[in-house]
């Protein structure tokens, strides 16, 4: 005989009442578990495509919303910020950067919007600036209408080297010359053209989307950054890798703060629940609880007592919750991707681990336990001789 | 007053508000119970038997006068000296018999022993055995009988060894074939040394104390 096994037995009273009420900690449970994978996969995603895997140290751009200008080529359209390509010549001298890459991006998306194809024009130092650029089959452009194309448009379009390509919107023919290995990055998704070809199909001939520049030594960032300033027309931006993530992280902040709140609301929910079916065994349980007293359980046995049974159904709901949120979480992973217009990265965007489960777990059981706290105190409150008498 | 009791007392008034009303439900009672005693407590509806047992059990303080139970001066005491003494000292049986239904009846006697911080299965079996029950130990209180019931009330009252037995009308819901198992169970403790205090309304059982109390508007007469 132990309070666990009373608060257990007493759970056993009404199997449907508790069941329901561990289930709204479980959703509470799953929901928090799936934002969170949301919101550590996205900034992860994110940071992995825009720093960790590019060799990418600063971006010239032009003055303006960076990531508005990637919100447009995201929906297919074409970035009215452009910069230069006449800037290229004017840095590539300076012993300090390892690789200037200047490159042309741009979307098209078919009429019924079903599709967008990104299209980024490069030069040869592409090479240089991509550490995991590389080539599963054919290589480098060998004319003006050369392709290569990332490992999943290669498999999409089914195509190998040496096969055409015809865009319908731009009435051309490409022949591909390149399939890159698969690098998780949005590199899979795109398809690789000459600079001066890609400008020229969008009519922007001499004009850049930017330039990436890639440091011999990180550590002189912060001085090489105020140079090139100095060297750069006012209205252009010298952007370190991490500020760009940064800044499309903070652009998702609405999006995070709307998941957020729905957990918010999920607790609130849950919450209410907990307290409500306590107070209700409580209320019921008043005669017994009035005798409990009488034989002599005191004040903290009632509430250790009430708190045993909130806690159980707690470490059910939470743990039942926390695993299937794990198990949710690549599907809500996959169903975010489709409403993302400003950055879509290309690896996971939901990445459960075991971290996060303990977090839902241990979070939604505290608050579960702490709900209880109420009901336990007017369980310890109840005056044995008033019920007794009364009821 | 006699100083050998284990219930004392001494010129106690219990009044309470209802609405505007104050009741008088106890008026300067005086009465000594001595260790080993039977005793009825008898009086109409509304006399005042159940605040006097309230009293006595420490289920209520007085508004006036003193209670010593057990040698312990019970105004003295805070909530939680005054749990510690219904532990120590006190059985309760009452007309219903509150068992948790989700419990075995040896699990159920044992409860009030798991509030002393000692779970006693094995004294809740004896018990049970003394009660007559010793082959329904993992019964749930659904698959017994209302005598049966009552009898697991009192073994669980018992179980944390208290002299004193306080029982609100412990036949009330039980035919007179069942009554009479409680009475003689009663009486076996009596023998045994146990102070057994019954509040009731059936002259049967008061015929089968050796004291009768008879209370009226609040007061005792004699």
């Not at chain 1, 209408?145 to 015809?166: F, K, Q, T």
């Amino acid at each position: 005989m132990s309070f666990l096994k009373v608060a257990l037995s007493n759970l056993r009273r009404n199997p449907v009442r508790s069941l329901l009420t561990g289930l709204s900690l479980a959703v509470s449970a799953a929901t928090l578990s799936v934002v969170l994978s949301l919101d550590q996969g996205y900034s992860s995603a994110v940071t992995d495509d825009l720093v960790n895997n590019t060799g990418v140290h600063l971006y010239i751009t032009k003055e303006g919303c960076p990531i508005e200008a990637a919100s447009v080529i995201a929906q297919g359209g074409l970035s009215p910020l452009y910069v230069e390509e006449d800037i290229v010549t004017r840095i590539q001298g300076m012993p300090e950067l390892d690789a200037v890459m200047p490159f042309k991006l741009f979307a098209v998306t078919t009429d019924d919007g079903s599709r967008t194809d990104i299209f980024m024009g490069v030069t040869e130092a592409v090479r240089s600036i991509k550490p995991d650029w590389r080539f599963a089959a054919g290589g480098w452009f060998t004319s003006d209408d050369s392709v290569i194309l990332g490992a999943e448009m290669a498999r999409i379009e089914y195509l190998a080297v040496g096969d055409r390509m015809y865009s319908e919107h731009f009435d051309r023919e490409f022949v591909v010359s390149g399939l890159l290995e698969r690098n998780y990055s949005q590199d899979d998704g795109t398809f690789f053209l000459p600079l001066h070809t890609a400008q020229a199909m969008v009519g922007r001939e001499g004009k850049l989307s930017a330039v990436a520049i890639k440091l011999n030594d990180i550590s002189n960032m912060d001085y090489i950054q105020t140079r090139l300033r100095a060297m750069m027309p006012p209205d252009y931006f010298i952007i370190g890798s991490k500020e760009l993530s940064d800044g499309i992280l903070e652009f998702f902040g609405a999006t995070r703060a709307i998941m957020f709140v729905m957990v918010a609301v999920a607790f609130v929910i849950s919450v209410f629940g907990i307290i409500n079916t306590m107070l209700m065994a409580v209320l019921e349980r008043r005669r017994e609880i009035a005798y409990l007293k009488c034989v002599g359980a005191g004040k903290y046995d009632l509430i250790r007592l009430i708190s045993l049974e909130t806690a159980a159904i707690a470490v059910m709901g939470s743990t039942f919750g926390a695993a299937v949120g794990m198990l949710l979480s690549p599907l809500s992973g996959n169903l975010l991707r489709k409403f993302l217009v400003a950055y879509v990265p290309s690896g996971a965007i939901a990445r459960p681990d075991m971290g996060i489960a303990l977090t839902a777990f241990a979070l939604c059981t505290f608050i579960g336990v702490a709900c209880s706290l109420y009901p336990a105190f007017r369980a310890a409150k109840i005056v044995p001789m008033e019920v007794l008498r009364n009821e | 007053m006699n100083n050998g009791s284990v219930i004392e007392l001494e010129n106690v008034s219990k009044d309470y508000r209802r609405g505007s009303e104050t009741v008088h439900a106890l008026r300067d009672v005086s009465l000594a119970v001595t260790p080993g005693e039977y005793v009825a407590v008898v009086g109409h509806s509304g006399s005042g038997k159940t605040t006097l047992m309230n009293i006595m059990g420490c289920l209520d303080r007085p508004s006036r006068g003193r209670v010593i139970l057990d040698g312990q001066e019970v105004h003295e005491k805070t909530e939680a000296g005054l749990t510690r003494l219904r532990r120590s000292a006190i059985g309760f049986v009452f007309q219903q018999f509150f068992l948790i239904p989700t419990l075995s009846v040896l699990e159920n006697v044992s409860l009030p022993s798991l509030f002393v911080g000692k779970p006693s299965n094995g004294r809740a079996g004896e018990l049970l055995e003394m009660v007559g029950l010793g082959n329904r130990l993992h019964h749930l209180p659904n698959q017994l009988s209302g005598g049966e019931m009552q009898r697991v009330a009192i073994a669980r009252s018992l179980i944390n060894a208290p002299p004193i037995l306080l029982a609100d009308e412990p036949t009330g819901n039980l035919d007179s074939r069942n009554a009479d198992m409680i009475m003689k169970i009663f009486e076996q403790l009596n023998q045994e040394g146990v102070t057994v205090v019954v509040v009731t309304h059936n002259q049967d059982i008061v015929k089968r104390c050796r004291r009768k109390v008879h209370i009226e508007d609040g007061r005792i007469e004699t």
